[in-house]
């Protein structure tokens, strides 16, 4: 099958239009970055599939009404916003730091078997050092540095994602890298 080159937005009204395999390409264009961005933010392999498969259930419910007011991207990530609010608010504020404080499930993923084992060690040793320099992160500086580098989104996105202002999305990015920076100083 040949790439379907039309902009994302333009599947998506295709998709609310009956073409189902424009939903298919969407879901393969954004699948991985979404998935990690929820993984990294709730630090729960377990949750993170769960609110995934929420919401792109969102998205295949909320189709009929799809209208292009903002990016497809800001438009997933203000659902997959939203979702991680209402998770949160929904369980105990306890349960959420126990969640936090567990290493994350992405270094249960092995290095690709071409690699040597010191590699493979390396490796997770690497990832475990960012996860933990993320878990550190105050949740929108985490949120924001995440949208940012994992969903590709702009300082404009962001701020409508997540209804802050540009110039509040800018200073949690700039607050971010600089502690990310600070925690990985000495791999830089």
């Known amino acids: ?34 998935y990690r961005y929820l993984a990294h933010q709730c630090g729960d392999a377990r949750l993170a599939e769960e609110l995934y498969q929420d919401i792109w259930l969102r998205v295949i419910n909320a189709r009929a009404d799809y209208e ?11 659902i997959a916003h939203h979702r991680l609010i209402d998770h949160y608010r929904k369980h105990a ?18 290095a690709p078997a071409s690699e040597t084992p010191p590699a493979q060690v390396e490796r997770l040793q690497l990832k ?17 540095f995440l ?6 989104m702009t300082l404009e996105e962001i701020a409508s ?4 202002g540009r110039e509040t999305v800018k200073s949690r990015l700039r607050y971010a ?7 990985l100083k000495d791999l830089l």
């Open 161 to 164: 994602a997540t209804g802050t």
């Open 93 to 110: 504020r306890e349960r959420l730091r126990e969640w936090e404080s567990e290493e994350a499930s992405i270094d249960d993923y092995p």
């Open 128 to 144: 475990a050092r960012i996860s933990a320099a993320l878990a550190e992160l105050p949740e929108p500086q985490r949120e924001a």
């Open 147 to 152: 949208m940012a580098e994992e969903g590709g």
């Open 1 to 34: 099958m040949a790439e379907d080159l039309r902009s994302d937005e333009g599947l998506m009204l295709a998709y609310r239009d009956g073409e189902a395999a424009a939903f298919d390409v969407l879901y393969a264009r954004h699948r991985t970055r979404l």
């Open 177 to 183: 890298l600089g502690k990310l920076r600070h925690s």
């Open 68 to 78: 292009v007011s903002a990016k497809f991207t800001t438009w997933l990530y203000r």
